[in-house]
């Protein structure tokens, strides 16, 4: 929906997503439920989310990138999803206690 503009993956997906992109298509988020991107209402807000994500400031949404920083936020949130995306965190490294995986 964001990279490359379309529905579906095509020529023009690239797997990452640069500003002109964002700007696009961020408002196509608003109805899919992370808590990051709820409230996104103008481009100076969605630059600023753009900006949060490029994690390393190189102008490019990469998709670790953007799943950092979903997960972040859905955590930050206290929300069901950032507890089971969490869930790794919460537990013991192998081999230090805890129930088994």
């Known amino acids: 929906m964001i990279d490359g503009g379309g529905a ?3 020529a023009n997906d690239d797997r990452r997503i640069e500003l ?3 700007l696009e298509g961020y408002l196509k988020l608003s109805s899919h ?3 990051a991107f709820q409230g996104l209402k103008n481009d100076a807000q969605a630059t600023a989310v ?3 994500m490029d ?3 190189g102008g490019i949404v990469l998709l670790d990138e953007w799943c950092d920083y979903i997960k972040a ?3 930050e949130a206290g929300t069901e999803m950032g507890a089971l995306l969490n869930e790794d965190e919460a537990l013991p490294p192998p081999g ?3 129930a088994a995986r």
């Open 33 to 35: 439920g992370l808590v």
């Open 73 to 75: 936020k859905e955590i």
């Open 50 to 52: 753009f900006q949060a």
């Open 20 to 22: 002109r992109e964002w």
């Open 8 to 10: 579906g993956r095509d």
């Open 96 to 98: 230090e206690g805890g």
């Open 55 to 57: 994690d390393n400031g």
